[in-house]
Structures are given as C-alpha cells and as structure tokens.
C-alpha cells in the first residue's frame, strides 16, 4: 500500500513509490539536544536512509542575530542587511524543496532559537522566495 504526505505545494513523500523529494532542510530550534533534536534528528535518518538529500541543521550552534526591525531594508531589497549565519540559511532555504521546523514549547510558543530564527526569514517572506515550501 501507497502512503504518502503532501506539504504546502505540490511536494509529494513516497513512502512506497519512491522518492520524488529532492531536498530537505531540517531545522532543530531547541537549545539542547535532548527530545525535539532525538525526534528530529530519527527523521532526518530515515531521509538519509532512503537517499533523500537532507540536512540537520542545529540552530543553537549557529551565530544567528536577533532581527532587529528595520524593516525597510528587507522590506525594498528581499535581503537582510545584519551580516551573520543567517545569510548562509537564506540560501539554503531558497534552495530546499521542503523545511521541517521542531521546537519545544516554551511559554505556549516557540523555543527563543527557532523564533529568531523565524523572524529573521521575514525577507524571504517579503520576497515571497518561501512561497510553497
Ligand atoms: C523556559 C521553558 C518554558 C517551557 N514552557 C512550556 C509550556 O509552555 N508548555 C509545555 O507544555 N512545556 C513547556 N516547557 C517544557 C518543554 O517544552 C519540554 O521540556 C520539552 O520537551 C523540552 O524540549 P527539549 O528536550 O528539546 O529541550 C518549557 C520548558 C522551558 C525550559
């Protein structure tokens, strides 16, 4: 039997039919490697197994700046101006046919990494370049 999870877009895992995934990212926003990185990290493994080109990417070990609200400069350019890892993310999030995201709860919201994190993807949003993913 054929099961298959469909993301935003027309991304398609093919547990049985083959892969038709090309590239994920899989960002871990937890600031320890205990249990969101454990569960992520067992499903960045099956990627690996099934030879789907993945990366695991631990946001803590990253220098990754708080977004400092200019909003002008993403908001006429697409980029950011603050000069630090997120610029290699950008990339790598253009890049990507998919992104998972895990954090823990903290406060009912998300842990601090992966909230920088997402608050600083706001020139993509701007761009529209995560449009799908
Ligand atoms: C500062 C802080 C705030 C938290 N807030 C919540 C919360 O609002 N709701 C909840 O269910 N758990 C909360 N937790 C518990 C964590 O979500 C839980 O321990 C999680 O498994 C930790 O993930 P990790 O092992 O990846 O660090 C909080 C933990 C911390 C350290």
Same mark, same amino acid.
């Given at each position: 039997?054929?099961?298959?999870?469909?993301?935003?877009?027309?991304?398609?895992?093919s547990w049985h039919g083959g892969w038709t995934l090309t590239k994920i990212l899989v960002i871990v926003g937890s600031p320890t490697k205990a249990n969101t990185y454990s569960l992520v990290k067992a499903m960045y493994d099956q990627f690996i197994k099934r030879n789907v080109e993945a990366e695991l990417i631990f946001?803590?070990?990253?220098?990754?700046?708080?977004?400092?609200?200019?909003?002008? !400069?993403?908001g006429t350019k697409?980029?950011?101006?603050?000069?630090?890892?997120?610029?290699?993310? !950008?990339?790598?999030?253009?890049?990507?046919?998919?992104i998972i995201l895990g954090a823990p709860t903290y406060f009912w919201n998300v842990s601090?990494?992966?909230k920088t994190f997402i608050?600083?993807?706001?020139?993509?949003y701007v761009a529209r370049a995560s449009k799908g993913k």
């Amino acid at each position: 039997m054929r099961q298959s999870i469909v993301s935003q877009g027309s991304v398609r895992f093919s547990w049985h039919g083959g892969w038709t995934l090309t590239k994920i990212l899989v960002i871990v926003g937890s600031p320890t490697k205990a249990n969101t990185y454990s569960l992520v990290k067992a499903m960045y493994d099956q990627f690996i197994k099934r030879n789907v080109e993945a990366e695991l990417i631990f946001l803590k070990d990253l220098n990754i700046k708080n977004c400092d609200g200019c909003d002008e !400069y993403c908001g006429t350019k697409g980029k950011c101006r603050i000069q630090d890892d997120m610029q290699l993310l !950008y990339h790598k999030l253009k890049d990507a046919d998919a992104i998972i995201l895990g954090a823990p709860t903290y406060f009912w919201n998300v842990s601090g990494p992966l909230k920088t994190f997402i608050d600083r993807t706001d020139p993509l949003y701007v761009a529209r370049a995560s449009k799908g993913k």
